[in-house]
């Protein structure tokens, strides 16, 4: 159902992701609610609920501050499945999967965490050859060359090159 139909809809949000469902075989119509600064939660639990009538399988609302939002959020939208944003030192409190479940959460994405290790890693292996001109003795995590190729993807284009190559 387009975002045209819910109520207010210039103040939400509606992903309809039909086009990757082909793909991938179910599709999930998210309502989006934004709890924008100056908005009160109760104004995003209201348009979260537009977006429920409107026909969204589960519900999102930004960046709730505390977990007695979250509870409130759970409390009264948890007749549909909810999503969790989890980011490290952003502004919702990082809690564990049990106990978003318990509170009503069916989802909880990272989207940032491998983005964040991936940073420190970089910045501890850099430190290390700027400080002693080799990375030999990092204390930051690597690949092998050997797993990194795997990893990938390049046995696979090896292969190819060598199927298709004529010599």
Known sequence: MPAAQADRADHLGFYDNRES?????EARRVGYAVQERGIVLTEAIRRARAYAKAGADMLFIESPETEDEMVAIGRELGDKPLIANMVEGGRTPMLSN???A?????????????????AAALETVYRRIRETGSSLGSSAPLYSFVEM?????????WSFDKAHTEI
Do not use: C, D, Q, T
């Open 21 to 25: 469902a082909a793909k991938h075989g």
């Open 98 to 100: 049990a106990r978003l």
């Open 102 to 118: 318990e509170i009503g959460y069916a989802l909880a994405i990272y989207p940032v965490a491998g983005l964040l290790s991936a």
């Open 149 to 157: 190729n795997r990893l990938m993807g390049f046995e696979e284009v």
